[in-house]
């Protein structure tokens, strides 16, 4: 009786080894396998085309106040977890480009135009490694759940007003300092 028992353990075991990983408490996606790491650093040319948007945006939102910061200054994306940053940044590149967006038709001229064709660029390849995260991955909890409620109830709650001040005046940091975060992985400062 006792072989038998040692058999049905065995084979149950082997069964379960066939059928598998298991999953873990963190996405098993190597960040490596996204291509986002060639966004360290933007060309010249879409600096300047974004140095140029900001500038030309930037005049006609100082009459702005807003009592809330969107994007506040001690928020940084090596706070967070490798697997959870680009999280964060694709939730805060989507806010970003639905902005910018109601701000190009409002404008004349096509002065968001490259920019705009940047960061949907971005945004798609960034969007690929995040849905490449096993979907049975965790739920965003602590500090990424905190910043993805931010997010999620400013574009709810702020005035669109505050809304582009908030997002020109964070453009640059998202391109530099938070883009190069995700595009470093684990290297990121």
């Keep these: 009786m006792a072989t038998v028992w ?5 084979t ?3 069964s379960l080894a066939r059928a598998g990983p298991v999953p873990t408490s963190k996405p098993t996606t190597t960040w490596k396998r996204c291509d986002i790491g060639r966004f ?5 040319r879409e600096r300047e085309a974004f140095k140029k948007a900001k500038d030309a945006l930037e005049n006609s939102l100082k009459n702005w106040s807003c009592s809330s910061r969107l ?6 994306l ?4 490798v697997w959870e940053r680009p999280v964060a940044l694709e939730a805060e590149l989507a806010l970003t480009l639905k902005v910018l967006e109601t701000m190009a038709d409002r404008s004349q001229g096509g002065i968001l135009d490259q920019p705009l064709h940047t960061l949907r660029h971005i945004h798609s390849e960034l969007q690929a490694c995040v849905s490449a ?3 049975a991955g965790p739920q965003p909890r602590g500090r990424l759940h905190h910043w993805l409620h931010q997010l999620h109830k400013a574009s709810k709650k ?3 007003g505050c809304l582009e001040a908030s ?6 940091r998202l391109l530099k300092k938070d883009l190069e975060c995700v595009a470093s992985g684990d290297l990121c400062v």
């Excluded at 994007?71 to 940084?76: A, Q």
Aim: aromatic fraction near 8%.
């Design 158 to 160: 702020e005035s669109q």
């Design 40 to 44: 360290k650093s933007l060309s010249p």
């Design 12 to 14: 149950a075991g082997l």
């Design 71 to 76: 994007f506040p200054k001690n928020r940084d």
């Design 78 to 81: 090596n706070q967070l977890q």
């Design 133 to 135: 995260q096993p979907t």
């Design 167 to 172: 997002v020109l005046f964070n453009l640059f």
């Design 6 to 10: 040692v058999l049905v353990l065995v």
